[in-house]
């Protein structure tokens, strides 16, 4: 709460939007998560591959990962295997006109080509090749049935 009985402000990451990967692999980040990054945390992001897009972090949100992870059971193989790839995250700061510059090795393994769509996922964004993000992104009648059985559980519907 903050003086007068209001909420503070939620910093969250939303929306989605379309953008262009100039010739250098820079990305322009929407103005929208640009200012959450600046409001809540810095200008650097972790940005992972992930499935079929690659997902953009907040340096301490990563951290936060990190930490958890450090404390996991490395007996387990899917563990050691899982650490292992989140390892490959790639520490990327924005430049000065709001852009980001992605490392070839993750625009590959993140299949990112020119058109871009970055979705806001709350506590981080992802980033994704809209010819890819327009084939799997959109929910079915099935998808929005269980949508609203999942809100219902979480006592939002």
């Known amino acids: 709460m903050v003086e007068g009985g209001g909420r503070a402000p939620v910093n969250h990451f939303r929306g989605r939007s379309d953008h262009v990967l100039d010739d250098k692999g820079r990305l322009s980040i929407a103005t929208r998560f640009r200012d959450v990054l600046r409001r809540q945390y810095d200008e650097r992001l972790m940005i992972t591959s992930w499935h079929n897009c690659l997902r953009a972090y907040p340096l301490p949100q990563w951290e936060d990962i990190e930490m958890t992870l450090r404390t996991a059971d490395r007996k387990n193989p899917q563990m050691i295997k899982l650490i292992r790839w989140m390892s490959g995250a790639e520490e990327c700061s924005l430049d000065k006109q709001g852009r980001v510059l992605i490392p070839p090795k ?52």
Do not use: A, H
């Not at 979705?119 to 981080?124: D, E, F, K, N």
């Not at 994704?128 to 084939?135: A, S």
């Not at 929910?139 to 999942?150: G, L």
């Open 106 to 157: 993750l625009r590959d393994e993140g299949k990112i080509r020119k058109e871009i769509v970055l979705s806001g996922m709350l506590t981080y964004f992802e980033i994704w090749d809209k010819e890819i993000w327009d084939k799997v992104s959109q929910p079915s009648s099935d998808d929005f049935n269980q949508f609203e059985e999942t809100l219902s559980e979480l006592g939002l519907f």
